[in-house]
């Protein structure tokens, strides 16, 4: 079955860059995203990729995909004490409506 | 735009009550998800709904069922409630069909089984 792993904890100094891990066990995952969850409240979409790109950028975020590895980064460049949060990533496949999100990182930012 | 609305927001349950968790959204989205969340172990899915009228088991399915009401509604009930069920409820639902498509979330039901 599918299976989502992170590391559970990320502590930087404001400024610095993040750089969040994931990683996947269904081979058919298309699409990977990365969802930020803020205290108190439900989770929001920051990005995804398809399982056909090796990289995204979007702002501030950059998105590397190595599907040989089934290995999934989201680096933060710049990171801010705004971005504390729980960032999940998320996988789906070509022919599910299945949703799997991954264990979560809570990402700390201290000054 | 109220999204993805969720009731009740918290809830305290002895061991053996039962309860429904209600969701509602209003942008005519296809799927719906509920999920729960607990430390450490990230949001595991539940149960899903693809379409009206249609549900599938997730990844923790034991001690609930679903109810996919109408297009709008998809309920989540425990019917006898377990400790271990004491968790954050998220509901969550999205366009469907295009697999890319955002997935938006409820504002979650803090769940207390003692």
């Known amino acids: 079955g599918e299976d989502v792993e992170q590391s559970l904890f990320l502590s930087v100094r404001e400024g610095d860059s993040s750089v969040i891990n994931c990683t996947y066990t269904d081979s058919s995952s298309t699409y990977l995203y990365w969802y930020k969850q803020e205290p108190g409240a439900g989770l929001q979409l920051l990005t995804y990729?398809?399982?056909?790109?090796d990289m995204k950028q979007d702002q501030r975020l950059t998105v590397l995909l190595n599907k040989k590895d089934k290995h999934l980064s989201l680096r933060i460049a710049d990171t801010q004490t705004g971005d504390s949060a729980i960032y999940f990533c998320a996988e789906s496949g070509e022919d599910t409506d299945k949703l799997i999100f991954g264990t979560g990182t809570r990402l700390q930012v201290f000054p | 735009n109220a999204g993805v609305t969720q009731t009740p927001k918290f809830q305290v349950l002895k061991t053996g009550q039962s309860m429904t968790l209600q969701c509602a959204q209003d942008m005519n989205h296809n799927s719906m998800y509920w999920y729960r969340q607990d430390p450490g172990m990230g949001l595991r899915l539940i149960y899903y709904s693809a379409s009206e009228g249609t549900t599938d088991k997730g990844e923790v399915p034991n001690g609930y069922n679903v109810s996919r009401l109408n297009k709008r509604e998809f309920s989540l009930r425990l019917e006898s409630a377990a400790p271990s069920q004491t968790s954050v409820y998220f509901c969550?639902?999205?366009?469907?069909?295009?697999?890319?498509?955002?997935?938006?979330f409820g504002q979650g039901t803090r769940l207390t089984v003692v």
């Open positions: 969550a639902s999205r366009k469907g069909g295009v697999r890319n498509t955002e997935a938006f």
């Open positions: 990729i398809f399982s056909n790109m």
